[in-house]
């Protein structure tokens, strides 16, 4: 027999693990959940790592998953054994291709992370929209329902395919299985050999298409043959079901675990059966486990085969007690019945008529767990208890609360059935400190080196800078089937003290549990700094409390800010799920394995750390009283709009599952402006203004990536009530002069990411260090700087038509309307963002690409484009990644449209409304502030004369009034959307020369959002994702490609080399009348350094020549002008002395310092090819029809 | 003619070689070095300190964002394991350069602790050194730090590395000890095997329109030698060690009173960078021509030979030397 591993991994690595052993070629694109699939295929053979046949599978990543789809099935009619990985969206690309695939009857594998659709929102999370989007198409579809299921039918579905000839999509559930990490039993590559069938692969070779024996697909048909020769592939699904089986069978001999078609659980006279697919099939089994236990007539038919729909097997497996069935579907066809439900009564009802089951039972359809949405007990319970009821609901949902239309069952949420064997652990940390890492490593060490059973499940924040995490951990003597989050924890640790403040976090602890806090206070006062709240839980639940100053012991051995070790050798040594000294040796062992290759200092840190935990950590002494009457601050500002405060706030509390239906508007629009009421407070360092030094140049508001320094003139008449800290410095320019002029911090919006005080020219010349913004200590600051800036606030905006000129001094006191987003700390692409709202955001509508920027400019819970004080902002929108060009195209054509029926309107009222009023709007210049605020005026004049008619037109024309001032239509997004999926409709887009759109490129040379992977943008020489050795190819020069056109303004920017070029290329771009593409350096986090020298590095690529600063402009043209101009000087710094300051560079050095000396190179001799052909460029004058001396004008 | 030397107990053609710099980063370099006559190579410092703030810098640029977001749990290919940012590189490196050339190989090490510099000593020996120099790279800013403290961590730094390898030992002095004599007799006695005369510290420099310090790295030129040449003086035949010098070698002249002064091993870094490996050829020739025109029977006949101990006017070498200096300023 095989001697199997016990591993704990996550779902994606089960499945990865086997399908990159049962696969020749691997064709991908990243999408969220299946992106670690893969990466770690990836991973294994960049490492060289061989199939079950000797070969490294060649893994590609492709532009897009229309892309993938398309190699894949390339590589399929060239006879490769190929597999992809996908979810979502990017599932939804792959449609088209699918049915050729399966219409060809391709022997091929998908592996899919079921995931939401995007609807009225986008959602990373777990559902069955996607792959039920996929029913129709002619894949074969296997179901799994926990880790070591995912690990098998991967393999199920390998064989199957091969045996059946139909492809074979094996989907499981995105997060709750894909990233839930899970004690398995490896499949060893004898399983494997013995399993798959090398005669059906020489089979599947001889289909393939090859000039040696020739023959052609994919031919196009008419009404003659085509209707028979579709039917011709009826007999291969028909064998399907027996096929899936009798792999099925084959595994359980080889392997010892049975799988059916349709598995059945609970009792064998049941008389209530539910039926579903999916994770959530592991807690009704749980749930039907204890309530047969308890005497109850109940069972769950468990969906594995999907496609084609088993029903003979699920008759089979009905117990013929059965009396009432619930289908159980994990998404939403709306106007429709769900399709499982739909399948189950269809097959049924044929059954019936057939004389195949004596009756038809009661059948009921629910929809419960989208997106991710807790699916319990509880919930299983209340379906059971629903198909008791004499009058169930025909159609009914489980787990929200539907005040609309009724659907919900009630649920009891006390009904908990965790046996106390099993040992569960809450962890509240900090993305940063490392805590989700270290209880990976746990569930590793208990895992692997133990008899138990274990299970890690995590919960992250949507936020990128400060976020949250939550884990929940289990350990026990047998399986875990609780696809569900810890309720009731024996042990709840908190690793930032700031989270006691924030949400109740003691909600997790079961009474008589142990509670430990990482808290800088002694032990015996640390009571007595939490909330009353807190201390209640405490005292009431009698926990155990424990507290250790983690930061303390992490600065004292060396480990900086990462905790992530003591808090787990704190965890080890109070739970009791492992003996203390043996835990401690683990943990030992562990931090060698991971850190070995990393450094031997870093290996010193961590069990420096280790050492130096115990004598640290300390029991509390509980009172019998709380000690305290101060309660958690609320965590939504009261100054909040009541709705506001109760959606937002709600959601923001982590009560967001206990609004109801009514709560929410059915379109998913949303209102904006609302990050101001969520008060983070995470930074540990402010910037603090010195007026006596300030040079008043503005650049720290304009680097700020979350407008939380800003400025502002006033009249000092205006400050008489002023706090007494609130100091200012008197204007000094020429306009606004002897004006009040301040500098303020957002102390609880900034996150300390320091790039306003490194930008800080001013210095104190006596004290050089001290600079005009200098990074202070929060603790001291917080109070009187939120007075401030709440007074700041409260001064009156710029009068807009007042500022002489937008320059980067100028443009700052333009109020942002983009402010305290999630975006990483110290992120490149915001500050970009929040310029564009400053200049043109009262008239801006944005359509933003999938990404960081559609996360941060829109995850909920909170929003942070915002208003002015006329009420004016952004309206932002986002579709999908791969349309954004095409959208915001869309909206320009949309705003033009109401704009000409505006225009053709107000003729008609002419004589009613005025001519010379009607003549002025129509012909109104609209650049420039001034000219705006003019045509608003009219506008507004137009609307009093709007209001007095009675004519129809008139009415219509008040609708559209506002479209007679001119909008600006902006396409946002990364270099993922316009270097790679999007690029297609990006260049149609450019492509149409007369319509005024404008587009940000924000590049940070990666995918930032979805971690890392290599773009067609990544330059020479980076480590990416699937470009792990370094990329060898240069960067796509998009901004040539655009140039190209020759109508079209297109600008290269850096903020932290010339900020100057970029506010000039932003009011140029917006203010050119076609297509305009500006492409922003954007530094990242995926670049792998301290950002708070972002702006230095951004120096550097530029005046190294890696990223020249350029404008073409096609208006110069006609001026007789060389259209492109040169921003960047000729370069002076050395490209590696660029390259070696970032990791994603740095590490290709130090893996293999020959080829980065060669790919530095060649990156050196790329950007000085491109400087010297934008040399030359900028120096040609093209002859334009405007100028006949060209003697050329028609060319 | 005879250039023969002995340095660090190996005996060498002739006492001229380039002193620790970028120059031996590169293989290239380093065959021409050899190619230009040098009697040993002695590579670049390996800064312990440099090392552990790279892994642990990295360590939070990369670590800190592991885990953080559900759509991005890393940033980076899981190539990271491979990631060497230890000592791995300079160690690979000194198995190069000993596959390159034929003559002895001196790797340099800047450590930080005690346990490092004696880690990377015997890794260095492990790798193939034929020697060490061990650069003794310390500013004492701190004011509660004493003299003695910094002289004691370094005698039992020497004591330690001494005892953990079996290769020759050399210590990289600076000229800034209250006593440079006694540190050096407390080295010989604890069994250095050479003492190399001065490290060269960076000096900053200052931006004066953007009040900034300004990293920046000076060639030397010969005027630098003087403050060598007097402690070689002193040192020589005093100690058992061998001595070399470094910084300020730029001619033949230069070299000449190097060696008169005591120097076994004569280390040219600035005159290499700016003129070129070759340049060593012609320092070799021209010591050689010069001993000949003033018909020196070998290179050994002279080294020393204006030490403290043998040369005529001893005490120039002492206070008196400043007297006159200034005395000779006046006229």
């Given amino acids: ?1195 | 003619m005879d250039l023969k030397t002995t340095y660090l107990g190996c005996e060498l053609a002739h006492p001229f070689m380039p002193g620790a710099s970028m120059m031996s980063e590169e293989l290239d370099t380093v065959r021409k070095l050899e190619d230009a006559g040098a009697s040993a190579i002695v590579l670049h410092s390996l800064f312990e300190e440099q090392i552990v703030a790279e892994q642990l810098a990295t360590l939070a640029a990369v670590e800190g964002h592991t885990n953080t977001n559900a759509e991005s749990l890393s940033f980076f290919p899981s190539g990271m394991e491979l990631f060497r940012l230890g000592p791995e590189e300079y160690l690979e490196h000194i198995a190069k350069v000993k596959a390159a050339v034929n003559v002895p190989v001196i790797a340099s090490l800047n450590g930080k602790s005690k346990g490092g510099w004696l880690d990377y000593a015997k890794l260095m020996e492990n790798a193939g050194a034929d020697a060490l120099e061990l650069n003794v790279y310390y500013l004492a800013t701190d004011l509660d730090v004493t003299g003695l403290s910094i002289r004691n961590e370094t005698m039992e730094m020497l004591a330690a590395v001494k005892a953990g390898v079996k290769i020759p030992v050399a210590v990289k002095l600076s000229p800034f000890y209250t006593s440079v004599a006694n540190t050096a007799k407390d080295l010989d006695e604890a069994g250095v095997d050479g003492l190399v005369l001065f490290n060269r510290f960076y000096q900053p420099d200052i931006d004066v329109e953007e009040l900034e310090v300004v990293r920046s790295l000076r060639l030397s030129d010969s005027s630098e030698l003087l403050l060598r040449l007097r402690w070689l003086a002193v040192l020589s035949g005093r100690v058992k060690a061998s001595l070399a010098v470094t910084g300020g070698v730029h001619t033949v002249l230069d070299a000449v009173k190097a060696i008169m002064c005591g120097a076994h091993a004569v280390q040219m870094v600035s005159a290499l960078l700016q003129n070129g490996p070759d340049t060593l050829k012609s320092i070799i020739s021209g010591v050689s021509e010069w001993l000949e025109a003033h018909e020196y029977e070998s290179l050994a006949q002279m080294q020393g030979s204006m030490s403290l101990l043998r040369c005529p006017d001893g005490d120039a070498y002492e206070r008196a030397n400043y007297a006159h200096v200034l005395r000779s300023w006046r006229h």
């Fill in chain 1, 1 to 1195: 027999m095989a001697d199997r591993p016990m591993i704990a991994v996550d779902g994606t690595e089960a499945v990865a693990l086997v399908a990159h052993r049962l696969s020749e070629v691997i064709a991908i694109y990243p999408i969220t959940p299946s992106s670690p699939m893969g990466e770690f295929s990836d991973e294994w053979s960049s490492k060289g790592k061989k199939n079950l046949w000797g070969v490294v599978p060649d893994v590609v990543e492709m532009q897009s998953e229309g892309g993938a789809a398309g190699a894949v099935h390339g590589s399929l009619q060239a006879g490769a054994l190929t597999c992809t990985f996908t979810a979502s969206q990017g599932l939804l690309l792959m449609i088209p291709n699918m049915y050729k695939i399966a219409g060809e009857l391709n022997a091929f594998v998908m592996h899919v992370t079921a995931r939401a659709l995007a609807s009225h929102a986008l959602s990373i999370f777990g559902d069955h929209s996607d792959v039920m989007a996929c029913r129709q198409t002619g894949f074969a579809m296997l179901c799994s329902n926990s880790v070591q299921e995912a690990h098998d039918l991967a393999l199920i579905s390998h064989m199957a395919t091969l045996q059946t000839r139909v492809p074979f999509m094996h989907f499981f559930d995105g997060f709750r299985t894909s990233h839930e990490v899970q004690k398995i039993e490896q499949l060893v590559d004898e399983d494997l050999r013995a399993l798959v069938s090398d005669d059906l692969i020489a089979e599947f070779r001889t289909r393939a298409l090859t000039p040696d024996q020739p023959m052609i697909r994919g031919t196009a048909q008419n009404p003659d043959v085509f209707f028979q020769a579709r039917e011709a592939c009826n007999s291969y699904y028909d064998a399907i079901p027996a096929a899936v089986q009798s792999a099925m069978d084959a595994f359980a001999k080889q392997v010892g675990r049975e799988y059916k078609l349709v598995d059945y659980v609970g009792a064998p006279d049941a008389e209530r059966v539910v039926i579903m697919m999916g994770s959530g099939a592991e807690a009704a089994h749980e749930t039907v486990d204890y309530l047969t236990a308890a005497g109850e007539k109940v069972g769950l038919l468990k969906v594995r085969l999907y496609r084609p729909f088993p029903i003979a097997a699920l008759l089979a497996a009905l117990p013929a007690s059965v009396k009432s069935i619930a289908v159980l579907d994990r998404t939403k066809e709306p106007g429709s019945r769900d399709p499982l439900y739909l399948d189950v009564v269809a097959g049924l009802s044929e059954a019936v008529a057939d004389g195949k089951l004596a009756a038809m039972p009661r059948v009921i359809g629910g929809r419960y767990g989208l997106s991710s949405k807790e699916f319990t007990p509880a919930m299983v319970k209340a379906v059971y208890d629903e198909l008791a009821k004499p009058e169930p609901k025909r159609e009914f949902t489980v787990g929200i609360i539907d005040d609309v239309t009724h659907l919900s069952l009630s649920w009891d949420p006390t009904f908990d059935i965790e046996p106390e064997s099993v040992n569960r652990s809450v962890f509240v940390g900090l993305g940063a400190d490392g805590t989700v890492g270290a209880n990976k490593n746990s569930i590793k060490i208990i895992g692997e080196d133990t008899d138990n059973w274990a299970q890690g499940y995590f919960v992250y924040d949507s936020k990128k800078s400060g976020a949250m995490t939550i884990s929940h951990l289990r350990f026990g003597r047998n399986p875990i089937r609780s696809t569900y989050l810890v309720k009731e924890a024996q042990f709840v640790a908190c690793h930032q003290p700031v989270f006691m403040e924030k949400f109740d976090v003691l909600q997790y602890a079961m009474a008589g549990g142990v509670f430990l806090l990482n808290s800088a206070h002694d032990a015996d006062k640390v009571f007595d700094t939490l909330p009353l709240e807190a201390q209640e839980s405490i005292i009431g639940k009698g926990l155990k409390f424990y507290t250790i100053d983690a930061y303390k012991v992490a600065r004292e051995t060396g480990m900086g800010g990462r905790i992530n070790t003591i808090m787990q050798t704190c965890f080890f040594a109070i739970s009791g799920v492992l003996p203390r000294d043996e835990a401690i040796e683990q943990i030992k062992k562990a931090i060698k394995k991971t850190y070995a290759k990393k450094g031997d200092e870093v290996v010193k840190a961590n069990w420096a750390a280790v050492d130096q935990t115990l004598a640290n950590m300390h029991e509390v002494k509980v009172p019998t009283a709380p000690t305290t009457t101060r309660r958690r601050p609320p965590v939504i500002s009261p100054a909040a709009p009541e709705q506001v405060r109760y959606l937002t706030g709600m959601m923001m509390e982590g009560k967001g599952d206990l609004l109801p239906v009514s709560a929410f508007r059915a379109d998913g629009a949303w209102p904006t402006a609302t990050t101001q009421y969520e008060k983070r407070t995470i930074a540990l360092d402010v910037p603090i203004w010195d007026p006596k030094i300030c040079i008043q140049c503005n650049k720290c508001n304009l680097v700020c990536p979350h407008a939380a320094i800003r400025s502002k003139v006033v009249d000092p008449e205006l400050l008489e009530n002023k706090p007494e800290s609130f100091e200012c410095a008197t204007f000094k320019a020429k306009d606004f002069n002897g004006m009040a002029f301040r500098i303020q911090v957002a102390p609880e919006d900034c996150t300390g990411c320091g790039l306003c005080a490194s930008v800080c020219p001013a210095k104190d010349k006596a004290n050089p260090k001290h600079k005009s913004l200098d990074m202070t200590a929060i603790g001291g600051v917080l109070e009187q700087e939120r007075d401030n800036y709440a007074y700041f606030l409260s001064l009156p905006d710029v009068d807009r038509t007042a500022v002489p000129k937008a320059d980067v001094k100028f443009s700052q006191f333009y109020r942002p309307l983009f402010e305290y987003s999630g975006a990483c700390t110290g992120c490149g692409e915001t500050a970009y963002v929040k310029l564009v709202t400053q200049l043109f955001g009262d008239r801006m509508v944005v359509a933003n690409a999938t990404g960081c920027s559609s996360i941060y400019g829109g995850n909920l819970p909170t929003t942070p484009y915002c208003q002015d004080a006329n009420g004016r902002g952004p309206a932002w929108a986002n579709s999908l990644f791969e349309d954004n060009a095409e959208f915001g195209f869309g909206m320009r054509l949309g705003v033009d449209s109401n704009k000409a029926l505006a225009e053709h309107l107000l003729r008609g009222l002419a004589s009613e409304v005025g001519e010379g009023l009607v003549d002025e709007i129509l012909t109104a210049d609209q650049y420039g502030e001034a000219n705006i605020a003019a045509q608003r005026a009219r506008v507004e004049a137009l609307r009093g004369k709007l209001a007095g008619s009675t004519a129809p037109q008139a009415k219509q024309l008040a609708v559209l009034a506002d479209y007679l001032v001119r909008k600006s239509v902006w396409i946002f997004g990364g270099d993922g959307w316009a270097y790679d999926i999007g690029y297609g409709g990006l260049d149609h887009v450019l492509a149409q020369g007369t319509r005024d759109v404008n587009i940000l490129v924000m590049d940070t040379e990666v995918y930032s959002n979805t971690g890392g992977q290599a773009s067609k943008s990544t330059p020479i020489g980076a480590a990416a994702k699937f470009a792990a050795s370094g990329k060898a190819s240069g960067k796509k020069d998009l901004g040539l490609m655009a140039m190209s056109y020759r109508h079209a303004y297109v600008a290269s920017v850096a903020m932290g080399a010339k900020d100057s070029q970029v506010v000039q290329a932003f009011a140029e771009a917006e203010s050119y009348p076609g297509p305009s593409i500006i492409i922003a350096y954007s530094h990242c986090i995926a670049h792998g350094y301290d950002l708070s020298h972002g702006l230095e590095q951004q120096k550097l690529a530029v005046s190294s020549g890696i990223w020249p600063l350029y404008r073409y402009d096609p208006r110069r043209i006609e001026a007789n002008l060389p259209p492109l101009q040169l921003d960047s000087g000729e370069p002076k710094d050395s490209v590696q002395d660029y390259m070696r300051n970032e990791t994603r560079f740095r590490m290709v050095e130090k893996i293999d310092p020959k080829r980065f000396a060669a790919l530095a190179v060649s990156a050196a001799d790329f950007s000085a090819q491109r400087v010297a052909l934008y040399q030359q460029m900028a120096n040609i004058i093209v002859p334009s029809g405007a100028d006949e001396t060209n003697g050329n004008g028609e060319a």
